[in-house]
């Protein structure tokens, strides 16, 4: 089916690393891109492609994929890095998937 | 410097229209796929539609046949008609730029509320 599937919430200590997870079978031929979301702004994109950081994401963000299951890793997580992440793909459509979210606390 | 500023967003009755805007800045904006997203209040990012260079439109089924994207290259514009709205649409809707490798900027959002 061409759907996303998230964990809705995870809680890592700080400074400690952190595995995002993305499910779906797009996954299997398209890349994730990540996006971090802080409350009342616009989603920001973290990861793209096999694993690359636009310019002025700090390198604890990492992405990895194996099979249907895209990963956003946070090596040495900030307080700054919590924030609601979301996955995003495609299908062989054209059509655009985003996963449902996963809320990240940082304890 | 890419900027997407959205525009056109209000309060609409269920079963009006509503037309969103986006103009574009700091690239070229006729060469880059262009995307709606939409985010409801406390809730997830949802895929609205998008459209290609060649002004191909593509959309979830959730809104097909409702919404008509298009886009205007001479005036680095996005656009968004939204007809026979319901409350679920109701929303910050979201202009974005998919570069080589997805979706890589977004504007600020608009925010449209149906409701009577």
């Known amino acids: 089916s061409s759907e996303l599937t998230q964990d809705p919430a995870v809680s890592v200590a700080l400074g400690q690393t952190v595995r995002i997870t993305c499910q779906g079978d797009s996954l299997r031929s398209y890349y994730a891109s990540w996006y971090q979301q802080k409350p009342g702004q616009a989603p920001v994109l973290v990861i793209y492609g096999k694993n690359n950081r636009p310019s002025g994401i700090p390198d604890r963000f990492s992405g990895s994929s194996s099979g249907n299951t895209a990963s956003l890793t946070i090596t040495g997580a900030q307080a700054e890095d919590e924030a609601d992440y979301y996955c995003n793909s495609r299908d062989s459509s054209g059509n655009h998937l985003f996963g449902g979210g996963t809320k990240l606390t940082v304890l | 410097e890419v900027q997407l500023v959205e525009s056109g967003g209000g309060l609409v009755q269920p079963g009006g229209s509503l037309r969103l805007s986006c103009a574009a800045s700091?690239?070229?904006?006729?060469?880059?796929?262009m995307h709606w997203v939409r985010q409801a209040t406390g809730k997830g990012l949802e895929w609205v539609s998008a459209i290609g260079t060649a002004g191909d439109p593509y959309y979830p089924g959730s809104v097909k046949g409702r919404f008509t994207i298009s886009r205007e290259n001479a005036k680095n514009s996005l656009y968004l008609q939204m007809n026979s709205l319901r409350a679920g649409d109701t929303a910050v809707y979201y202009c974005?730029?998919?570069?080589?490798?997805?979706?890589?900027?977004w504007g600020q959002g608009t925010l449209v509320t149906v409701s009577s």
């Open positions: 700091g690239f070229t904006f006729s060469s880059y796929d």
């Open positions: 974005a730029r998919e570069g080589k490798n997805g979706i890589d900027y």
